[in-house]
């Protein structure tokens, strides 16, 4: 039995190695916190930083293929990995988007839409607002962020500044949608149907699938990330967010080259989850049909819903074609992802309204 390795131990990298079990693969994973979720579940736990080169070999010792659940690893670290065994997506693929300022410049060269932007090292490089400023590193869940409406609030937030930024316009978007697809090792690619995204304070609240979109623009943002996935050359699953213009126009607005938050209803609800599928394609087995069961409605729970302790999920779980997805985490921050939930079928119908009714009934439960 060959034996997957898997940079990083949260709840990606968890449902990455219980697809990969399913394909006859032993697993091992890596992370600084022993009770990670993935070390959990994995044949080998290998506990130590990602960003340690060292521990990272210990890890790519331990295994015959290496993959990821997370592309904010450190260059020498990956490096270090590729040169002991076969690691996807490659160095080179995360080099490109592990810099916010790297990834806008390669869809600029490449002639894919987005918002303008440019390098921001102070407020003064900020050319007009409302703009979004990010920090070209280590940003996730609208963290390392800002939205600015002026020079004044600019002041007022200057700690963003902190670490070498990027500014972007502000984009008045009708909707968020995201395409999540799975590129093989011979460049072939198999595409789930357009999710639509809903955001709360940065943070992926709820998705749903497919889009409420015309066809034709699904058809637009898929080919438009086929084309991203092949310029850069990727393995593995591949998420590219977008955003819907009033026009019917699409501006990309970032790429995660992993399986994604907003891929989550495909465990379930697709014949082939996001967790199999990124498996098949950095193994080199063909990708598997991404035909979807019924219509499908992913929902986040974050950490404030455990503020008294676990919730009492009786509720939820009485909802026809409801799953609940938890992710064994053992301390809960309010905004941190704890879980999420999917309805899949005809039940999914009014879910994308009712996901506040049905987390405020867990609140009140648990009197928060
Ligand atoms: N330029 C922008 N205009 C409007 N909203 C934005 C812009 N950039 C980000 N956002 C909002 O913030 C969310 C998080 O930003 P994103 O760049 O995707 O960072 P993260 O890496 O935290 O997901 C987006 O999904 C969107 O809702
Ligand atoms: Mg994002």
Redesign the pocket.
């Given at each position: 039995m060959k034996t997957l390795g898997i940079l990083g131990g949260g709840q990606l990298g968890r449902l990455i190695a219980e697809a990969a079990k399913g394909l006859g693969w032993r697993t091992a994973a890596l992370d600084a916190a022993p009770d990670a979720p993935a070390l959990k579940v994995v044949d080998v736990p290998v506990v130590g930083s990602v960003d340690d080169p060292a521990a990272a070999r210990r890890l790519a010792e331990a295994s015959d293929l290496v993959t990821l659940e997370w592309e904010l690893i450190p260059a020498p670290v990956l490096e270090e990995v590729a040169r002991l065994k076969p690691l996807y997506p490659a160095p080179s693929v995360l080099a490109t988007i592990q810099d916010?300022l790297t990834q806008k410049d390669f869809l600029k060269k490449n002639g894919f839409p987005q918002?303008d932007y440019g390098t921001a090292a102070s407020a003064k490089d900020v050319p007009y607002y409302p703009?979004?400023v990010?920090r070209r590193r280590h940003?996730?869940?609208?963290?390392?962020?800002a939205?600015l409406a002026s020079a004044a609030e600019a002041e007022r937030n200057a700690e963003i500044f902190r670490a070498p930024c990027v500014w972007?316009?502000?984009?008045?978007?009708e909707r968020?949608i995201s395409v999540i697809l799975a590129r093989g090792r011979g460049g072939e690619t198999a595409v789930y149907p357009v999710a639509e995204?809903l955001?709360r304070g940065?943070?992926?609240h709820a998705t749903r699938a497919p889009a409420a979109i015309p066809e034709e623009t699904a058809r637009r943002a898929v080919e438009l990330a086929r084309a991203i996935a092949a310029a850069l050359g990727h393995v593995g699953v591949l998420a590219v967010?977008l955003?819907l213009l009033a026009d019917g126009s699409l501006l990309v607005?970032?790429i995660?080259p992993r399986v994604h938050n907003s891929g989550h209803y495909t465990l379930g609800a697709c014949a082939t989850s996001q967790f199999e599928q990124h498996v098949r394609a950095v193994a080199g087995m063909p990708l598997g049909p991404t035909t979807l069961r019924g219509e499908a409605v992913m929902v986040n729970l974050l950490g404030e819903l455990w503020a008294n302790g676990e919730p009492d999920w009786s509720a939820l779980k009485a909802v026809p074609g409801l799953a609940l997805h938890l992710y064994g985490k053992t301390s809960a921050r309010p905004g941190r992802k704890m879980g999420h939930y999917v309805v899949v079928g005809p039940s999914a119908a009014g879910e994308w309204g009712r996901a506040d009714e049905r987390l405020g009934a867990l609140k009140r439960a648990a009197r928060i």
């Amino acid at each position: 039995m060959k034996t997957l390795g898997i940079l990083g131990g949260g709840q990606l990298g968890r449902l990455i190695a219980e697809a990969a079990k399913g394909l006859g693969w032993r697993t091992a994973a890596l992370d600084a916190a022993p009770d990670a979720p993935a070390l959990k579940v994995v044949d080998v736990p290998v506990v130590g930083s990602v960003d340690d080169p060292a521990a990272a070999r210990r890890l790519a010792e331990a295994s015959d293929l290496v993959t990821l659940e997370w592309e904010l690893i450190p260059a020498p670290v990956l490096e270090e990995v590729a040169r002991l065994k076969p690691l996807y997506p490659a160095p080179s693929v995360l080099a490109t988007i592990q810099d916010r300022l790297t990834q806008k410049d390669f869809l600029k060269k490449n002639g894919f839409p987005q918002t303008d932007y440019g390098t921001a090292a102070s407020a003064k490089d900020v050319p007009y607002y409302p703009v979004v400023v990010k920090r070209r590193r280590h940003g996730y869940d609208g963290k390392g962020q800002a939205r600015l409406a002026s020079a004044a609030e600019a002041e007022r937030n200057a700690e963003i500044f902190r670490a070498p930024c990027v500014w972007e316009k502000l984009v008045p978007f009708e909707r968020e949608i995201s395409v999540i697809l799975a590129r093989g090792r011979g460049g072939e690619t198999a595409v789930y149907p357009v999710a639509e995204n809903l955001h709360r304070g940065g943070i992926l609240h709820a998705t749903r699938a497919p889009a409420a979109i015309p066809e034709e623009t699904a058809r637009r943002a898929v080919e438009l990330a086929r084309a991203i996935a092949a310029a850069l050359g990727h393995v593995g699953v591949l998420a590219v967010e977008l955003f819907l213009l009033a026009d019917g126009s699409l501006l990309v607005n970032e790429i995660a080259p992993r399986v994604h938050n907003s891929g989550h209803y495909t465990l379930g609800a697709c014949a082939t989850s996001q967790f199999e599928q990124h498996v098949r394609a950095v193994a080199g087995m063909p990708l598997g049909p991404t035909t979807l069961r019924g219509e499908a409605v992913m929902v986040n729970l974050l950490g404030e819903l455990w503020a008294n302790g676990e919730p009492d999920w009786s509720a939820l779980k009485a909802v026809p074609g409801l799953a609940l997805h938890l992710y064994g985490k053992t301390s809960a921050r309010p905004g941190r992802k704890m879980g999420h939930y999917v309805v899949v079928g005809p039940s999914a119908a009014g879910e994308w309204g009712r996901a506040d009714e049905r987390l405020g009934a867990l609140k009140r439960a648990a009197r928060i």
